[in-house]
C-alpha cells in the first residue's frame, strides 16, 4: 500500500495546488491512499464544512487535524457526520467528531489512520501516547497498515511518539509547525518516520501568514489579524510504502513541488 500524506493545506492557495496536482501525483506514484491535514484549510485557520467536502472532492480519502479544527463553530455539527475528518483523538469523548478511523485503499486494503496531538506546548489534552496505546489495543486487527498523524509542537515530543509506536504502527508522521524536516526514515521496527512534514501553501512567507504582518507582531508586540500570504506556492507531503500483510513500512520519502 502505497499513502501519501499531505502536510498541512494553508488556505486557498493550499487548497488550489492539491486540486491541480493531486491528480498527477497519484497516477505518477501509483498511490493508494491520500491522507491530508486540514485544520489550515479555511483562511489558514480551522476548517469548514463546505472546503472540507472541497478537499474530499480532489480525491483525498482522509483528513486529519489539530487544535485548530475547533477554530470555525460551524464544523462542529459536520464533524459527526462526516467521519473521515478526523480530530484529535486525545480531547475529550464528549466533543464532536471522532480521532480514528479504518478505510479501504483503492485496492480494497485496510487502513486504520489515526490523529492525536501532543501536549508540550499546546491545549491541555489527554495523554497522546497513553490514548494511542488504547486505540492500537482496540483497532480491528484486520487493518495491518496503521498510520498515525501527530499534530505536535515540540520535535522532542514527537520523536518520542515515533519510538513509542515503533514495530506497531506503519508510520507515524507529524504535522503543526509548517516547516519540513529532512528526517524521514524507517525505525527499525519497521515504522516509517517524519518529525514534520511541512505546509501545502504559500512558501514566501511566515509559516504561511503574509510576512509583513508576522514582523509587525514580533516588532511591537500588538495584536494583528493574520491573513494568507501570496505568492509562490508549495506542496509537501510523504510518500510511505508499508506491507499490506505485516503492516511494516518498506520505503518512505519526502516529496515536494512547486506550483
Known amino acids: 500500500m502505497k499513502i501519501l500524506f499531505i502536510g498541512d493545506v494553508f488556505a486557498s492557495p493550499g487548497r488550489r495546488i492539491v486540486a491541480q496536482q493531486l491528480p498527477r501525483i497519484v497516477s505518477s506514484e501509483a498511490i493508494d491512499l491520500v491522507i491530508a491535514n486540514a485544520e489550515n484549510a ?125 514495530g506497531r504502527v506503519s508510520a507515524v508522521i507529524g504535522s503543526h509547525t509548517h516547516i519540513p524536516t529532512a528526517d524521514t526514515r524507517i525505525l527499525p521496527g519497521g515504522t516509517a518516520y517524519q518529525t514534520d512534514v511541512g505546509m501545502t501553501g504559500p512558501f514566501d512567507s511566515i509559516i504561511g501568514v503574509d510576512k509583513q504582518i508576522v514582523l509587525r507582531r514580533f516588532l511591537t508586540s500588538l495584536p494583528v489579524r493574520m491573513e494568507a500570504a501570496k505568492g509562490a506556492v508549495e506542496l509537501h507531503a510523504v510518500i510511505i510504502e508499508a506491507d499490506s500483510e505485516t503492516g511494516k513500512a518498506v520505503a518512505a520519502r519526502a516529496y515536494s513541488l512547486k506550483e
Open 42 to 166: 479555511a483562511g489558514g485557520f480551522g476548517v469548514t464544512p463546505a472546503v472540507a467536502d472541497e478537499l474530499f472532492s480532489y480525491g483525498i480519502d482522509v483528513l486529519t487535524s489539530g487544535n485548530h479544527v475547533w477554530d470555525k463553530k460551524e464544523i462542529y455539527d459536520y464533524l459527526p457526520r462526516q467521519p473521515r475528518l478526523l480530530r484529535p483523538a486525545n480531547y475529550p469523548d464528549e466533543l464532536p467528531g471522532q480521532g480514528s478511523i479504518v478505510v479501504n485503499d483503492r485496492n480494497g486494503d485496510r487502513c486504520a489512520v489515526i490523529n492525536l496531538q501532543g501536549r508540550a506546548h499546546m491545549p491541555a489534552t489527554e495523554c497522546p501516547f497513553r490514548c494511542g496505546d488504547r486505540l492500537l489495543e482496540s483497532l480491528d486487527p484486520s487493518a495491518k497498515v496503521r498510520f498515525v498523524a501527530f499534530h505536535a509542537e515540540a520535535t522532542s515530543e514527537k520523536m518520542a511518539m515515533g519510538w513509542h509506536l515503533d
